[in-house]
């Protein structure tokens, strides 16, 4: 089993849709999450930083659950802007190292 | 602050050269990683520093590549000799303690 498992997608959905993906870890000692997005030939950028009360950023939500081992994003009414790959990054016991995941593949249609 | 640059930003080189890619972390960052991706492997960890010490550098493919970060502020991923296979684009990313990266924008590689 992987360390952190992403659906790989692609989901395709259209304008306006709610989107979610779930981002599976198996250390339980992971302290620190983070969502990333990348764009076709581009750097992975910092989306948001997962916070154990869950948090939100206007259309963006993500949440953690702890017992189940799995983090979420929620992307409300969806733009042609979010299509992107998203790649959740889990922070192991081992001081700066982060696991991630695949990535999930979003496509946003009009 | 400029966040962190890696040059150059694309490199053709033929087969059996030497590739010597660049990174400056953001200034007072105290881990240092660099990562490859391609299409058909994602993206992968290769090595990574904490406080210009290596850490972890099970992920570099073979022993034809070579890390080293001098100082704070400088790291070079070397490979030596270049095969095609090594195509890809090479990211660098640093961060303070575990708060999340900053990734570099990246070189992209061909060996041709």
């Known amino acids: 089993r992987k360390e952190v498992e992403q659906d790989p997608g692609p989901f395709n959905v259209p304008e306006g849709a709610t989107v979610a993906f779930n981002c599976t870890y198996s250390?339980?000692?992971?302290?620190?999450f983070f969502w990333y997005r990348q764009d076709c030939r581009k750097e992975p950028k910092l989306l948001m930083s997962?916070?154990?009360s869950g948090n939100e950023d206007g259309r963006f939500t993500a949440q953690l659950n702890r017992a189940s081992q799995y983090i979420s994003l929620l992307i409300r009414d969806s733009k042609l802007s979010d299509s992107a790959t998203y790649l959740c990054?889990?922070?192991?016991?081992?001081?700066?190292?982060?696991?991630f995941g695949q990535g999930t593949e979003l496509s946003v249609k009009p | 602050d400029a966040g962190v640059i890696q040059s150059p930003r694309h490199e053709v080189t033929e087969m059996g050269q030497e590739v010597t890619l660049r990174c400056k972390p953001i200034?007072?960052?105290?881990?240092l990683f660099w990562y490859r991706q391609t299409m058909m492997r994602g993206l992968e960890l290769l090595i990574y520093?904490?406080?210009?010490?290596?850490?972890?550098d099970s992920g570099m493919p073979e022993d034809r590549f070579s890390a080293k970060m001098p100082n704070a502020s400088f790291s070079t991923l070397k490979i030596q000799p270049s095969e095609p296979r090594d195509s890809a684009v090479y990211f660098c990313?640093?961060?303070?303690?575990?708060?999340?990266?900053?990734f570099g924008s990246g070189t992209r590689l061909t060996v041709v």
């Open positions: 990313a640093s961060s303070f303690t575990d708060l999340g990266y900053t």
């Open positions: 997962v916070y154990s």
């Open positions: 200034s007072g960052h105290d881990y």
């Open positions: 520093f904490n406080n210009n010490v290596p850490i972890d």
């Open positions: 250390n339980s000692a992971s302290q620190s």
């Open positions: 990054f889990c922070g192991d016991n081992q001081g700066g190292k982060l696991i």
